[in-house]
């Protein structure tokens, strides 16, 4: 079975800090994605990246950057210099083969405080 | 383009009533999505459709939800004898269907369902 664990339930930085969620998946098969959604207060949830299982090159954008390590069965985002923008829920979640639905973390809240 | 869209916005209604969900998935998305997202519970997997394939039920909580997708686009997602427990906002994803299991899921925005 699949699960993703998102231990940080809320996070509170001051803009320009930088900040590291946390992510650890479990999941039985060798070919599997990984996802990051960002939910502003709005509710929309909002695509992020994808990282498929063979693929275990870090990868940047802007001031997003995302830690993928196999070995630790991690997938880390960190946020560099954070904005109040930042503020959101930010969910982590798994597909493997077993099923195309995603099994989502239990969201890590973050507040950027001006 | 228009991304996926759903309706209503926000729905009350007394415990016991029926309700429908509609969505409408990003033109040429093959497979749609509902989720529920709950306090308690966080976001959590209902059904899924693939074309014509059968959908697949298996995250649906009980016999009272159902759903359906006509012309392989919009899709309606009824309560029936609707619970408090029932409260939640409900979500709807679309993706491509070809490409495998990396295609990312776009979501609407959500309908909040309240039962008093």
């Known amino acids: 079975a699949q699960k993703v664990t998102q231990a940080q339930t809320e996070i509170s930085v001051v803009e320009k800090e930088d900040v590291t969620l946390d992510c650890v998946y479990e999941?039985?098969?060798?070919?599997?994605?990984l996802f990051w959604y960002k939910q502003p207060p709005s509710g929309e949830l909002v695509f992020l990246i994808r990282?498929?299982?063979?693929?275990?090159q870090n990868e940047i954008s802007g001031r997003y950057s995302w830690n993928f390590q196999k070995s630790t069965s991690s997938f880390n985002f960190t946020i560099t210099a954070s904005q109040v923008v930042d503020s959101a829920v930010y969910f982590c979640a798994l597909r493997d083969t077993g099923r195309r639905a995603l099994t989502f973390g239990s969201g890590t809240r973050l507040q950027v405080q001006p | 383009g228009a991304g996926v869209s759903q309706s209503p916005s926000n729905k009350v209604t007394e415990k016991g009533k029926d309700v429908e969900l509609r969505c409408d998935p990003i033109s040429g998305h093959t497979a749609l999505y509902w989720y529920r997202q709950s306090l308690g519970q966080g976001l959590e997997f209902l059904i899924y459709?693939?074309?014509?394939?059968?959908?697949?039920k298996s995250g649906l909580p009980s016999d009272r939800f159902s759903a359906e997708r006509t012309g392989g686009s919009v899709s309606t997602l009824t309560i029936q004898r609707t619970q408090q427990e029932d409260s939640a906002v409900y979500l709807c994803?679309?993706?491509?269907?070809?490409?495998?299991?990396?295609?990312?899921?776009?979501f609407g925005d959500g309908t909040r369902l309240s039962i008093l």
């Open positions: 459709f693939q074309g014509n394939s059968a959908p697949d």
């Open positions: 990282r498929n299982s063979f693929d275990e």
């Open positions: 994803a679309s993706s491509l269907g070809t490409g495998g299991y990396n295609q990312p899921q776009h």
């Open positions: 999941t039985r098969d060798t070919t599997y994605y």
